[in-house]
C-alpha cells in the first residue's frame, strides 16, 4: 500500500477537482451532505503536512467557506522541519513488507539501504504494547534507548496495534532524531521477524527545513463583540479519512449554518494544519488570530475521529464552565465525558492553556487511527448528523 503513495498523491489531485455530488443548498446537517465532505476528502490521498495533496484540501475547505458567505483568508507559517517518505520496503526471504520510519530519523539516514541479520547488533527488534494514544511518549523513549544502547544499524519496530496494520505517533519539532533508523512494521508482517534472519531495509526520503504551512480562517464579523471560535485539524499521517473526514464534515456544517443558527455572536472558524508533527497551525493561530479569551464566548473544537464504526476511544471534552450545557446537548452522542483539565485533549490543550474558559470539543481514537487502512469505510454515516446537530445546537445555546 505505502509503496504506491506517488500514485495515490496523483490520483487525489485528479480526483479532487470533481464536483460535489450533494446540492449547495442541502441541509447543512444532512447526512448526505456530511458524507460527501467526508468522501471528498478522501480523494485528496495523502494528508501529511509539506505535500501538494493537504494543500489542495486546505484550498478546497478555502472554497467552501467562502460559499458559506464568510470572509475567507488563509495564514501562512513555516515549521522547522519535514520528513517526506517516498517509500520504504523490508525484504525477508521472499517477503516484501512495507515499512514506514517512526518520525524523526537520523540526519545521515534519510535514504538508506541496510542488510544485516535481524540481532542486537544488526536490525534490533523492539515490541510495543499498545496503548490507545496518539503521542509518543517517555516510556517509548526509554524502551527504544534499551534497543539504541546494543548499537544496531536500525530497530524494527511492532505496535501491537489492533487493526494489524503499521501505527506511527504524533511527534513534536523539538525531539532529537533517533541515533539509528526506527522503522516501524505492521502486527499482521511481525511472525517474519525471527531472530536471526537476514533482512534488507530500504527506504527512500528526504528531509525539508523552514518547511510552508497554512491555516484557513474564515470570520463573520457582526460587531458583537463576544466571538465563538471553532476550529478543527486538517493534516495527518496518512489519507485518515475517518480520523479527520468527520470533524472537517461538522466544521463545514457549522460554517453553512453561521449566518442563521448562532446570531448572537461574531465567528471565526480555523482549519490548521501541522498536527501531527507539533500542532504548528494551532500553536500559530492562538499567537496570532485568535481572539482574546476575554473576548471570546466560547470553543468549539472537531477533533479526531468524531464518527467511526469500531470507536477505542470516544471523548466528549469540556470546561467546567461548559459542561452542563454540553451534557444535555450531547446527551445522545456515546462517549467518555471530560472535563476541565482533563478536557484539554489534543488541541484543545494549547486552548486550555492560553485562558479560554469556555471550550467544548470531541475526540477520539479508532480501529485504523494513524495506520494507512483508515478510509471512508471506517466511518458510520448514521453518527455524522448527531455529532454535527451536539455541536449545532450547543453553539446555539451559548449566550
Given at each position: ?239 485518515s479519512t475517518c480520523e479527520r473526514g468527520p470533524g472537517i464534515a461538522g ?5 453553512r449554518l453561521a449566518k442563521e443558527k448562532f446570531p448572537a455572536h461574531d ?41 467511526c464504526r469500531d470507536p477505542v476511544v470516544r471523548a466528549i471534552n469540556s ?81
Amino acid at each position: 500500500m505505502l509503496r504506491h503513495l506517488l500514485a495515490v498523491l496523483l490520483v487525489g489531485s485528479a480526483m479532487a477537482s470533481l464536483p460535489a455530488p450533494v446540492p449547495a443548498r442541502a441541509d447543512p446537517l444532512d447526512t448526505g451532505r456530511l458524507m460527501a465532505d467526508v468522501t471528498r476528502y478522501e480523494t485528496f490521498g495523502i494528508h501529511r503536512y509539506g505535500l501538494e495533496s493537504a494543500d489542495a484540501t486546505l484550498d478546497w475547505i478555502a472554497s467552501e467557506l467562502t460559499l458559506a458567505g464568510l470572509r475567507v483568508s488563509e495564514q501562512r507559517f513555516r515549521m522547522d522541519r519535514q520528513y517526506v517518505l517516498k517509500v520504504g520496503t523490508l525484504r525477508i526471504g521472499d517477503k516484501l513488507i512495507d515499512v514506514v520510519p517512526q518520525w524523526w530519523p537520523p540526519e545521515d539516514k534519510t535514504s538508506f539501504d541496510i542488510t544485516a541479520p535481524i540481532a542486537p547488533g544488526g536490525l534490533a527488534r523492539v515490541s510495543l504494547p499498545y496503548d490507545r494514544g496518539a503521542y509518543l511518549n517517555d516510556g517509548h523513549r526509554a524502551r527504544l534507548a534499551e534497543a539504541f544502547a546494543q548499537k544496531p544499524q536500525a530497530v524494527l519496530l511492532d505496535i501491537a496495534h489492533p487493526s494489524g496494520e503499521i501505527f506511527t505517533y504524533n511527534v513534536d519539532q523539538a525531539a532529537a532524531p533517533w541515533p539509528v533508523p526506527v522503522l516501524l512494521v505492521a502486527p499482521k508482517d511481525a511472525n517474519l521477524l525471527q531472530a536471526g534472519a537476514s533482512a534488507s531495509v530500504s527506504v527512500r526520503a528526504a528531509y525539508r527545513r523552514d518547511v510552508k504551512g497554512r491555516n484557513v480562517v474564515a470570520r463573520l464579523d457582526r460587531g458583537r463583540g463576544k466571538w465563538l471560535v471553532i476550529s478543527t485539524p486538517v493534516t495527518s499521517w496518512f489519507t485518515s479519512t475517518c480520523e479527520r473526514g468527520p470533524g472537517i464534515a461538522g466544521f463545514l456544517a457549522m460554517a453553512r449554518l453561521a449566518k442563521e443558527k448562532f446570531p448572537a455572536h461574531d465567528l471565526v472558524f480555523v482549519a490548521t494544519s501541522g498536527h501531527e508533527i507539533g500542532h504548528g497551525g494551532m500553536e500559530h493561530f492562538m499567537r496570532d488570530g485568535a481572539p482574546k479569551p476575554a473576548a471570546t464566548a466560547a470553543w468549539a473544537h472537531f477533533g479526531s475521529s468524531l464518527a467511526c464504526r469500531d470507536p477505542v476511544v470516544r471523548a466528549i471534552n469540556s470546561s467546567a464552565a461548559l459542561t452542563p450545557l454540553v451534557d444535555r446537548h450531547f446527551a445522545g452522542i456515546a462517549g467518555t465525558r471530560f472535563t476541565a483539565e482533563k478536557a484539554a485533549i489534543g488541541e484543545l490543550r494549547e486552548v486550555h492553556a492560553a485562558g479560554y474558559a469556555n471550550f467544548f470539543g470531541m475526540a477520539g481514537i479508532h480501529k485504523y487511527f494513524h495506520t494507512p487502512a483508515d478510509s471512508a469505510a471506517a466511518v458510520d454515516p448514521a453518527l455524522l448528523r448527531p455529532v454535527a446537530k451536539a455541536f449545532a445546537d450547543t453553539l446555539a445555546a451559548i449566550r
